[in-house]
């Protein structure tokens, strides 16, 4: 047996976790600080389980889950209880995908397992729908606000009989 398959899970851990706080929020485009927070909310693991006063140290599957983590909070604009209500029931379908992977799951638990799985997506979607429309939501105000905009200049123009300048072309979704 070589000194690899000696180690238990916490040397090897160790040996993988070779980043330090700072690198890691480099890598990540964030602040140690947030990086602290998000641990000690519970959006990242390992803030107990590191002994106090000691430098953090991270692996690059921490650093990938650093990335997503503020990936979705980015894309989604979620509350960072949302933001947790997603990551759980993510980590939740991981650990159903492992158990499906096992040959020896016999078809019935494979179906609970499914059912289990597809609650899971059904929180997911459940927050995901609701920002996209809220999105909708605004970008239907915008778009009325817009015509609006629109629709007073052209009074002014007609008013002033066509004695100001053209209006200068916008781009597509144009920023008025």
Known sequence: MDAKQQDG??????????????????LAGTTPRTIRYYE?????????????GQHRLYSQGEVDRLREVMR??????????????LLAAEEARAEVRAQ????DVPPQRRRELLGEALGHLDRQLELV????????RLREELL??????KRRIREIDAQAGGSFAPEPPVAAGGSS
């Open 129 to 136: 729908e609701h920002r996209a429309g809220e999105l909708q």
């Open 72 to 85: 979705l909070k980015d894309l989604l604009g979620l509350t960072l209880e949302n933001l947790r209500t």
């Open 100 to 103: 499906l992977k096992r040959e």
């Open 144 to 149: 009325d606000t817009r015509k609006r905009v």
């Open 40 to 52: 000690e909310i519970g959006l990242l693991p390992g803030a107990a389980e590191r002994p106090s």
């Open 9 to 26: 899970p916490t040397e090897q851990a160790s040996r993988d976790a070779t980043l330090r706080i700072g690198e890691v929020a480099k």
